[in-house]
């Protein structure tokens, strides 16, 4: 099993500048690269102090050059938002910038509010069409010359420049959640990427359900690997009620991402608060003790039982998603904890 990072700047108020959260995000990369890990991954987000990230390739860029290993994954840039041509000469551009270290994460898009900025208000459901006609044009256009005719963009004879360091390009991923988005993946060769948000684990059989089959379906030569994204937050076995300090960090992430999701309010400078807690009451799945068994929350040796049985599962990737409105001093105890202790046990 092959571990990866999933991180973006956050703020979550005026306490800390942009330039503190960058620098927290490189040195968590750093830590992440040190222990081991195969990937970093930056999403894509727009407008947002909770989740920064108005494009991954520059900041990919950047850690290509404070990094020796350690590939640099867009996880993921929003389909609707990028016109093929975009698409296949920056991703092509990271690859060469890190001598081959790229990988290309590909979403539909969720938030209505980025969707009514940034792609005239078209509905975020929507986005899927783009994804299904942006991922061929970006391969073919890393092949070579290739026109384009399709729904969405239509362009005449162009190739990606410069062309990737990887053949047939970087490796490319799609944010898959339904079995038609896992057929699409297999069928034009990408692996899968799935969150199983706040669910717990009989969602991650699931979502690993709808791989295999469509694996089975279209049996391709070179099986795609499947990575699995869950908040984690380790905590010291001398500490048994610390568990309860990770809960509520993403209780609070997932309350601000229903806030932005709803978008019924209009954000202040780019903050937006958290949905009240009293909406929740009637909804298990924002209770503490429930984060607990949804998100990867606990002590070393409970992380590694769970970690372990996704690997059992046939999970290829697991991917430390630190976002979770915590501190940098406790996310960076977390990850040292996963790194020391977890990632050891599962490889041992």
Same mark, same amino acid.
């Given at each position: 099993?092959?571990?990866?990072?999933?991180?973006?700047?956050?703020?979550?108020?005026?306490?800390?500048?942009?330039?503190?959260?960058?620098?927290?995000? +490189?040195?968590?990369?750093?830590? #992440? $690269?040190? !222990?081991?890990? &195969?990937?970093?991954?930056?999403? *894509?987000?727009?407008? %947002?102090?909770?989740?920064?990230?108005?494009?991954?390739?520059?900041?990919?860029?950047?850690?290509?050059?404070?990094?020796?290993?350690?590939?640099?994954?867009?996880?993921?840039?929003?389909?609707?938002?990028?016109?093929?041509?975009?698409?296949?000469?920056?991703?092509?551009?990271?690859? +060469?910038?890190?001598?081959?270290? #790229? $990988?290309? !994460?590909?979403? &539909?898009?969720?938030?209505?509010? *980025?969707?009514?900025? %940034?792609?005239?208000?078209?509905?975020?459901?929507?986005?899927?069409?783009?994804?299904?006609?942006?991922?061929?044009?970006?391969?073919?256009?890393?092949?070579?010359?290739?026109?384009?005719?399709?729904?969405?963009?239509?362009?005449?004879?162009?190739?990606?420049?410069?062309?990737?360091?990887?053949?047939?390009?970087?490796?490319?991923?799609?944010?898959?959640?339904?079995?038609?988005?896992?057929?699409?993946?297999?069928?034009?060769?990408?692996?899968?990427?799935?969150?199983?948000?706040?669910?717990?684990?009989?969602?991650?059989?699931?979502?690993?359900?709808?791989?295999?089959?469509?694996?089975?379906?279209?049996?391709?030569?070179?099986?795609?690997?499947?990575?699995?994204?869950?908040?984690?937050?380790?905590?010291?076995?001398?500490?048994?009620?610390?568990?309860?300090?990770?809960?509520?960090?993403?209780?609070?992430?997932?309350?601000?991402?229903?806030?932005?999701?709803?978008?019924?309010?209009?954000?202040?400078?780019?903050?937006?608060?958290?949905?009240?807690?009293?909406?929740?009451?009637?909804?298990?799945?924002?209770?503490?003790?429930?984060?607990?068994?949804?998100?990867?929350?606990?002590?070393?040796?409970?992380?590694?039982?769970?970690?372990?049985?996704?690997?059992?599962?046939?999970?290829?990737?697991?991917?430390?998603?630190?976002?979770?409105?915590?501190?940098?001093?406790?996310?960076?105890?977390?990850?040292?904890?996963?790194?020391?202790?977890?990632?050891?046990?599962?490889?041992?």
């Amino acid at each position: 099993m092959d571990f990866s990072l999933f991180i973006h700047m956050e703020r979550w108020d005026d306490e800390i500048t942009h330039q503190q959260a960058w620098e927290n995000l +490189v040195e968590l990369t750093l830590m #992440a $690269e040190a !222990g081991g890990f &195969r990937t970093v991954w930056i999403g *894509e987000h727009h407008s %947002m102090e909770y989740t920064i990230s108005p494009n991954p390739m520059s900041q990919l860029a950047y850690l290509a050059g404070k990094t020796e290993k350690i590939r640099l994954g867009a996880g993921t840039i929003i389909a609707p938002f990028w016109n093929p041509l975009r698409a296949a000469g920056e991703g092509p551009l990271l690859d +060469v910038i890190s001598g081959g270290r #790229a $990988e290309m !994460g590909v979403a &539909r898009g969720a938030y209505q509010f *980025e969707f009514d900025r %940034m792609a005239d208000g078209l509905p975020a459901t929507d986005g899927g069409q783009h994804l299904r006609e942006l991922v061929p044009a970006m391969k073919k256009l890393w092949e070579g010359d290739y026109a384009h005719e399709g729904k969405i963009w239509k362009f005449p004879v162009s190739t990606s420049v410069p062309k990737p360091v990887q053949t047939p390009g970087p490796p490319v991923w799609v944010a898959a959640r339904d079995i038609n988005s896992h057929e699409f993946a297999v069928e034009n060769g990408c692996n899968v990427m799935v969150t199983p948000l706040m669910k717990d684990d009989d969602e991650v059989v699931d979502l690993l359900s709808k791989f295999n089959s469509a694996v089975d379906k279209f049996k391709p030569a070179d099986k795609p690997k499947i990575m699995v994204l869950r908040h984690t937050f380790v905590h010291d076995e001398n500490a048994p009620d610390h568990w309860k300090v990770g809960a509520a960090g993403v209780n609070k992430f997932y309350r601000t991402f229903d806030a932005w999701f709803g978008n019924k309010t209009d954000p202040v400078n780019g903050f937006l608060e958290p949905s009240p807690e009293s909406k929740f009451a009637d909804r298990p799945e924002f209770s503490l003790d429930s984060l607990r068994r949804s998100a990867m929350i606990g002590t070393p040796s409970e992380v590694i039982e769970r970690v372990r049985q996704y690997k059992e599962w046939g999970v290829d990737e697991y991917s430390f998603w630190c976002d979770n409105s915590l501190s940098h001093e406790e996310k960076k105890q977390s990850l040292k904890l996963f790194i020391d202790e977890v990632v050891p046990a599962i490889n041992k």
